[in-house]
């Protein structure tokens, strides 16, 4: 029988050797049936397939193993699966992925002292950080130039990067970098990031930070998509304000969260009571990181932040999203704006590159999944179809104008120099209530904040005592901050009110 996957040993070297090589799983999947057939076997081996055997749920039968290690260019030891000892209980064929089956061998990975330490100050580290995310950025903005920081979000922005007024979504292109598909310089392998990847069951140093995420900590909602990085801003250049390179999630995680993960190694005090004012000693990665504002040589995965705000004759108003600390792997334990979400396709196939590269389209989708609690458009299997429900209704409510988006800029968190593409959607009450009639409480990144005893809503009044006070708070994610505070300055462009 195959594992049950909370009983599973997940398989790092498998998985390592796919992330290294830059692959997605049907990459290796495409590539197994492809030197399957060379030898005249014809294959169907599933991106499936390969996930569950990096989770150690089933294993690679002798002809798979072999195709691997030709893939991969490594040996059979190098996969992961090497012969140690052999139990009664483990030979059972049924768990193998073609007739005949091998058996399957035990390896000893009960976790060393010095392993479990650096584990464990690593999971102390990590809380630290969920615990003081806004305070954090707060104090990393001061690392860079007074003029670069977003007033006192936990913002940092080149002063070219945030147009004078915002800009309808309609009214500027994005583009794909000609030099898009050249590796950045930094990925987070570097040795100046080893002291915050911890000791992996071998006693070695995780590789990237993700894979330490992965087997120390893994949140609910953690899975390695393709992805677009921000590679450049120009808003002289209405046709391309924003180009892109592809890459992975993950790759974007490596460098953003071991940044994060640093500065609170050092700057959050040691009772984990408050932040120590921030310095450049010690902070040896982001050094090595350098300039926050060229943005291709390191992947930069943006995400696009989306205030949400409902307008009629009786106000405005806007809802705020808590996301969960243990579901996300980024913003987590803070109040962020809704919807927000990482831009990438919804799909690895070619097709959905070519359809989802658009702003509005991405919105879309975190719409129908934050508001509307509905399964993530994405993944390895179909693109998302903009033509079904409610893809279709909101679409149409956009083109009809009663939803009116607009880029206020693209900014980045201080902490973790995650790029922060800064939009707001203006929905004509009407439309908003219909669109979202069914909107859940709940969702797979968190909860909606509710405010009022005795008749609790989600509707918050857009006015500056609100924006201030959850400013103050203290736990207003640094780009809901800034959206807030943005939008709040241009509200009369905005609103089309004077």
Known sequence: MPARASDATPNLALYNLRDV???????????????????????????????????????????????LAEHFAVSLQDLGLTRQRVTSTTLDTSETD????????????????????????????????????????????????????????????????????PVDLTQFGIGLSPNGSVPPEITGSEDASAGVRPLDFTGQRHQRYSLALRDVEQPRLFDNRL??????????????????????????VDVSEALAHEMASFHVAGDGSG????????????????DPFSPHRRPTVPSINTLTLR???????????????????????????MPAGVFQ?????????????????NIVREYS???????EHGGDGQPADYRTEPLASLDRAYQAGEVRVYCLGVALDALTLWGEILTVAVFDGPAYDRLFADMVSTNTEGTVVKTGRLKPTSALPFTRHNIEELTASGRLAPAAAGCLQLAWEHRRTILGRN
């Open 98 to 165: 073609a007739p005949g089956g091998f058996a399957i061998y035990d390896v000893d990975t009960r976790p060393r002292p010095q392993v479990e330490a650096s584990q464990t100050e690593w999971r102390a580290v990590r809380r630290a950080l969920n615990n003081h995310r806004v305070p954090l950025a707060r104090q990393a903005a001061h690392l860079y130039e007074p003029e670069n920081r977003v007033g006192d979000t936990g913002l940092i922005a080149a002063p070219a990067w945030l147009p004078a007024s």
């Open 311 to 337: 307008a009629d004759d009786d106000g405005v108003t806007f809802v705020l999203h808590n996301r969960a600390a243990g579901n996300v792997a980024v913003a987590g334990g803070m109040l962020h704006i």
């Open 21 to 67: 090589a830059g692959q997605t799983q049907q990459d290796v999947a495409d590539a197994l049936n492809r030197l399957g057939n060379q030898r005249g076997k014809r294959l169907a081996v599933t991106a499936n397939q390969i996930s569950r055997w990096e989770r150690g749920i089933t294993h690679p039968s002798a002809l798979y193993r072999q195709l």
């Open 369 to 375: 999944e934050e508001f509307l609690g509905n399964a």
């Open 227 to 252: 992805s677009w990085y921000l590679t450049g801003v120009d808003w002289t250049n209405p046709e391309r304000v924003l180009t892109f390179g592809t890459g992975t999630y993950f790759g974007g």
């Open 275 to 290: 932040i120590v004012p921030a310095a450049w000693r010690n902070l040896t990665f982001r050094r090595l990181v350098g």
């Open 345 to 361: 396709p919804s799909s690895i196939l070619p097709a959905a590159q070519t359809a989802d590269f658009d702003l509005w389209r």
